[in-house]
T-cell receptor, first 111, second 116 residues
Framework: GDSVTQMEGPVTLSEEAFLTINCTYTATGYPSLFWYVQYPGEGLQLLLKATKADDKGSNKGFEATYRKETTSFHLEKGSVQVSDSAVYFCALSDSWGKLQFGAGTQVVVTP | EAGVAQSPRYKIIEKRQSVAFWCNPISGHATLYWYQQILGQGPKLLIQFQNNGVVDDSQLPKDRFSAERLKGVDSTLKIQPAKLEDSAVYLC??????????????FGPGTRLTVT
């Protein structure tokens, strides 16, 4: 069945550092790919998405590119802020809209 | 617009007791989802409704979990009887349509259940 694997956390960074969170997937068909973020005490929010190969999703300085050849959707941000401290979830969706999530990666940004 | 509402936010029960969670989706959203998020894991889909019909409940432990969506709006998820392993955050989400991933799933704040 479909599955998502993302790097384990916590990832601890200093402010203004470069962030990468690796995500790879296994799926039949042509899934859509997502990054969700969960800030402390809040619900899940969609951060960005890509619906087909080579699409790049971007939002709030975060980017991820749908790489079919490597079945990856790595999340990157060039300069993180303390406010980016959160748990990040990679997910895929089949054609029926069913989301399959990775285990999540906690990111801690220190001043 | 108002987001997805869930209640209660927290619940503590003893094992073998029953519990119910309530969800009110965003107005006009036809699709409603219930997820279970165990600590340290990603959310896992329990059940998916399209209007008031069930379209996917393959991962719902039907011997103890039940869910309904009356009139295609609000939904309740019930656990009876609860087990220790049911301790988790129960998330409700809604979207305009399930067959089109252009339509984002919007998540509620969740209900944190602790079974002792």
């Amino acid at each position: 069945g479909d599955s998502v694997t993302q790097m384990e956390g916590p990832v601890t960074l200093s402010e203004e550092a470069f962030l990468t969170i690796n995500c790879t997937y296994t799926a039949t068909g042509y899934p859509s790919l997502f990054w969700y973020v969960q800030y402390p005490g809040e619900g899940l929010q969609l951060l960005l998405k890509a619906t087909k190969a080579d699409d790049k999703g971007s939002n709030k300085g975060f980017e991820a590119t749908y790489r079919k050849e490597t079945t990856s959707f790595h999340l990157e941000k060039g300069s993180v802020q303390v406010s980016d401290s959160a748990v990040y979830f990679c997910a895929l969706s089949d054609s029926w809209g069913k989301l399959q999530f990775g285990a999540g990666t906690q990111v801690v940004v220190t001043p | 617009e108002a987001g997805v509402a869930q209640s209660p936010r927290y619940k503590i029960i003893e094992k073998r007791q029953s519990v119910a969670f309530w969800c009110n989706p965003i107005s006009g959203h036809a699709t409603l989802y219930w997820y279970q998020q165990i600590l340290g894991q990603g959310p896992k889909l329990l059940i998916q409704f399209q209007n008031n019909g069930v379209v996917d409940d393959s991962q719902l432990p039907k011997d103890r979990f039940s869910a309904e969506r009356l009139k295609g709006v609000d939904s309740t998820l019930k656990i009876q009887p609860a087990k220790l392993e049911d301790s988790a955050v129960y998330l409700c989400a809604s979207s305009l349509a399930r067959w089109d991933t252009r339509y984002e799933q919007y998540f509620g704040p969740g209900t944190r259940l602790t079974v002792t």
